[in-house]
């Protein structure tokens, strides 16, 4: 049951688009379309960004889009924003019948 | 209007227990997984537990098995977390989620849970 692998950090500049990857097994993302993509501004609880590897929830901008190819998900926000500026979680169903985490990556938009 | 209220949180001495409570209100509740998941101060989020909607099924992070038990009571709409053998590594915020489809789409805010003496 070891979390995702994200990367701790990425930055980019307002206006453009970056990419955080989220890496599992073929236990996890690479068996179920079940990865889900989390915002965590500080001091607030997380708030669902994408569910079923692509599916924006209604009222999230459609800069936020999800994929996945392989054991590898990857969350990408397009024309940055400074209120895009958060920790970003992923998640995923496992062959275990539970739901791991990744370990998290801060957003800096510079 | 979704809302998760989460109440129990406090202090407990190692080896101890306590009961974390989640009130659900502005959606039907019964057709619904709901889970816990847990954040220990500054670091990531951990899934915890999830409980089926009659309450049949039941999955737990290896970590809290059998110390932690998750139950449900649909007539109330509300959720349960009864935490026992309490160590230093359970300190965290504890939140409550709905869970659609292993998306857990609403949160509540959370409650502070600091095991220690």
């Known amino acids: 049951q070891s979390a995702l692998t994200q990367p701790p950090s990425v930055s980019g500049s307002p206006g453009q688009s970056v990419t955080i990857s989220c890496t599992g097994t073929?236990?996890?993302?690479?068996?179920?379309?079940?990865v889900s993509w989390y915002q965590q501004p500080p001091g607030t609880a997380p708030k669902v960004m994408i569910y079923g590897v692509s599916n924006r929830p209604s009222g999230v901008p459609d800069r936020f889009s999800g994929s996945k190819s392989g054991n590898t998900a990857s969350l990408t926000i397009s024309g940055l924003q400074a209120e895009d500026e958060a920790d970003y979680y992923c998640?995923?169903?496992?062959?275990?019948?539970?739901?791991?985490f990744g370990g998290g990556t801060k957003l800096t938009v510079l | 209007e979704v809302q998760l209220v989460e109440t129990g949180g406090g202090l407990v001495q190692p080896g101890g227990s306590l009961r974390l409570s989640c009130a659900a209100s502005g959606f039907n509740y019964n057709p619904f997984w709901m889970s816990w998941v847990r954040q220990a101060p500054g670091k990531g989020l951990e899934w915890v537990a999830n409980?089926?909607?009659?309450?049949?099924?039941?999955y737990y992070v290896d970590s809290v098995k059998g110390r932690f038990t998750i139950s449900r009571d649909n007539a109330k709409n509300s959720l349960y977390l009864q935490m026992n053998s309490l160590r230093a590594e359970d300190t965290a915020v504890y939140y409550c989620?709905?869970?659609?489809?292993?998306?857990?789409?609403?949160w509540g805010q959370g409650t502070l849970v600091t095991v220690s003496s």
């Open positions: 073929s236990s996890d993302i690479g068996s179920y379309n079940r």
């Open positions: 409980i089926a909607q009659d309450g049949s099924e039941k």
């Open positions: 989620a709905r869970e659609n489809w292993s998306c857990q789409d609403y």
């Open positions: 998640s995923s169903y496992t062959s275990s019948k539970i739901v791991i």
